[in-house]
């Protein structure tokens, strides 16, 4: 074996046990999570902590998903998250699309701005949000929090956006102009086609956001549109958190998440290798 062979053979070995490091230490915490949920409420506490559970139950998801205020949290978060991703993309697209194909300073600057504000810490917006939805009679309304949510992932869509786009060539436009489409037809009938992909990875990232999303929650809701994040940390028993509980419903909570990323990965990986294609 030549050394070029034997140096390539060693990169292969070392990325892939790169990979399973990540692989264990991103999975780890949700494996002990799911395990946690099947524990008794003794082993849940047991001090040293046991990984697997001793004796296997699914009594924690039963007393979870009939706990007061857990249908209609996981109701009031799936509402709250398609409304605020369905905002984060009927905004994020033009907004990209104009900045990707006009290319001016203004437009420049914009997105630098749209960059910056993901910098600004959410509690420094929080109180100040909080009046604005009082004033305007959105609190403890979906539609309130997933406007607050879409203040969090409409930058980060834009940014995603406006990448897909500029992997689009120009002359798909000037094409469609030729063909006698205007600039918005040309965006809906030929460029966002090309970019289906890119706008599935942009909605995972927007959902996401929403779907996890505590602090907004937590001020602009209390009984009608609390979702479950805030539910999830008011499992209480007389001793304590329930650990049990709150696992079981945290395990139920990432279902959604999940299936929608299966759902969509086909169109995940189209938008994450369109830049590769260019031109």
């Known amino acids: 074996m030549n050394p070029l062979e034997t140096r390539a053979r060693v990169s292969r070995v070392i990325l892939w046990a790169l990979l399973a490091f990540a692989?264990?230490?991103?999975?780890?915490?949700?494996?002990?999570?799911?395990?946690?949920?099947?524990?008794?409420?003794?082993?849940?506490?047991?001090?040293?902590?046991?990984?697997?559970?001793?004796?296997?139950?699914?009594?924690?998801?039963?007393?979870?998903?009939?706990?007061?205020?857990?249908?209609?949290?996981?109701?009031?978060?799936?509402?709250?998250?398609?409304?605020?991703?369905?905002?984060?993309?009927?905004?994020a697209v033009p907004a990209a699309y104009a900045i990707t194909r006009f290319r001016t300073p203004s437009g420049r600057v914009f997105i630098v701005a749209a960059l910056v504000t993901r910098m600004v810490p959410t509690i420094a917006i929080g109180a100040p949000l909080v009046e604005v939805m009082r004033n305007l009679g959105l609190t403890d309304t979906s539609f309130g929090l997933a406007l607050a949510h879409t203040t969090i992932s409409l930058p980060l869509s834009i940014w995603l956006m406006a990448s897909f786009f500029e992997a689009v060539p120009d002359e798909l436009d000037e094409a469609a102009k030729v063909d006698g489409c205007t600039r918005l037809q040309a965006l809906w009938r030929v460029v966002i086609p090309v970019v289906t992909?890119?706008?599935?990875?942009?909605?995972?990232?927007?959902?996401l956001a929403s779907w996890n999303e505590f602090l907004f929650a937590l001020l602009l809701t209390s009984v009608r549109a609390q979702t479950t994040p805030i539910v999830i940390a008011n499992f209480q028993t007389q001793f304590g958190l329930d650990w049990g509980g709150m696992t079981a419903l945290a395990a139920v909570y990432s279902i959604p998440v999940i299936l929608l990323t299966l759902i969509l990965q086909r169109h995940i990986v189209a938008g994450l290798t369109l830049g590769a294609v260019k031109g």
């Open 197 to 207: 992909g890119g706008m599935a990875v942009t909605a995972i990232f927007a959902f």
């Open 23 to 91: 692989i264990v230490l991103y999975g780890f915490p949700f494996a002990y999570l799911l395990l946690t949920s099947f524990k008794t409420p003794l082993d849940a506490i047991a001090v040293p902590p046991s990984v697997m559970p001793e004796v296997w139950t699914l009594d924690n998801y039963e007393s979870a998903l009939s706990h007061q205020g857990v249908p209609a949290a996981l109701v009031n978060s799936v509402i709250t998250a398609v409304i605020s991703t369905a905002l984060s993309l009927v905004l």
